[in-house]
């Protein structure tokens, strides 16, 4: 029988002096990108603003897929970092006469909580307001909770006053977003995945030495990974035989909220980050498992140990024999508008990040 061990932080709200500069510093790195906006195959503000909060000495470098490299460090073995820039969101499929936009879904998402809102329309030249357009409750006779199919309206009465907006099939959709910081460590906003496994490669980054490391280690930050882990599957494909070890950096779906049964996927939110044993897409070896839990438990660093739902980057890499052992934060309201997080859990991730890189 395997006995996990789990490392609890301070509770809820309680932020000790030594945590308080690590917290602002992610804070910080983590608004910036929240607040920049990248549904799949629209990315590239996203991978700017990661540029922009790498250090100075980091030398990046994009692929054709679009992902975002930096590797540091010298020699075998190779281990590989993932997580992904891109955010959920929808795209145009069709314009129609009266100047409305068809949608479809990029990524998984519950259309219900963008029916009525805002809407932003990303073309990569400007950002255009509309609306999520209600539905004809008149002519709903059975209201369901889910809306048919969603449109949005830009304001114009025709297919012509539309795309005279630069408007076009295959743009992408959003609706406005804020970083906001709750009571104590607590945040809120929409696109915490991924940017919270975003920022804390770059917080990782930003404490390592490459002149210190005892190897190669690789940064991904991918693209499209809502839509079918393209960008991983690209640098997958890439890297062939070589990483040792991929380590997916990405969200732990957690129960930790009211709204949700506590007998699966709970790791309580400001308790450390998560790795990932199990999801839907991959199993971490369980000896990897155990090293890692020692490692985090070596350097202080409290770790969680959960099993959840969806997928990750790391799978990819399984069809040339390279293990994944995913690493993750808990998260209340997954790809919803008010997705929540604590902030000690960033840091924790980063710390996480950090010893994998110069000790393991």
Not at 150 to 170: F, K, M, N, P, W
Not at 303 to 326: E, H, I, K, R
Request: glycine share 10%; charged share 20%.
């Amino acid at each position: 029988m395997r006995t996990w061990i789990v490392f609890l932080a301070a509770l809820p709200g309680v932020l000790r002096a030594q945590e308080a500069p690590r917290v602002a510093e992610a804070e910080r790195v983590l608004a910036p990108l929240v607040e920049s906006y990248g549904v799949s195959g629209m990315e590239e503000p996203v991978r700017a603003m990661v540029q922009r909060l790498l250090p100075r000495w980091a030398r990046t470098g994009t692929d054709s897929a679009g992902n975002l490299w930096l590797t540091l460090g010298k020699g075998e073995p190779t281990v590989v970092f993932v997580a992904h820039l891109d955010e959920i969101g929808f795209r145009i499929t069709r314009i129609r006469d009266d100047g409305t936009l068809d949608l479809e879904p990029a990524g998984g998402l519950f259309p219900s909580l963008w029916e009525g809102e805002p809407a932003l329309v990303h073309t990569g030249k400007a950002i255009i307001p509309g609306v999520f357009m209600p539905r004809d409750s008149a002519a709903d006779t059975v209201l369901k909770r889910t809306p048919a199919a969603l449109r949005v309206d830009v304001g114009t009465a025709s297919r012509d006053e539309t795309t005279a907006l630069g408007i076009g099939v295959g743009h992408t959709l959003t609706m406005p977003k804020r970083y906001v910081r709750l009571a104590g460590t607590r945040a809120t906003g929409r696109s915490f995945d991924d940017r919270v496994g975003s920022a804390a490669q770059v917080l990782a980054v930003r404490r390592l030495d490459p002149a210190r490391l005892r190897h190669r280690v690789i940064f991904l930050w991918s693209v499209r990974e809502e839509i079918g882990l393209e960008g991983a599957q690209a640098a997958a494909n890439a890297l062939g035989l070589r990483p040792i070890r991929v380590h997916a950096i990405d969200t732990f779906v957690s129960a930790d909220s009211p709204l949700e049964p506590k007998n699966f996927a709970l790791a309580p939110l400001g308790h450390g980050a998560v790795a990932r044993a199990l999801d839907n897409s991959s199993v971490t070896p369980p000896a990897l498992l155990d090293s890692l839990v020692a490692l985090a438990r070596s350097r202080g660093i409290p770790l969680q140990v959960g099993t959840t739902n969806g997928g990750n980057d790391g799978s990819v890499f399984a069809a040339y024999g390279v293990p994944d052992v995913a690493i993750g934060w808990p998260l209340r309201y997954s790809h919803s508008p008010a997705e929540t997080i604590d902030l000690r859990d960033v840091v924790s991730l980063a710390q996480v990040i950090q010893a994998v890189a110069e000790r393991w």
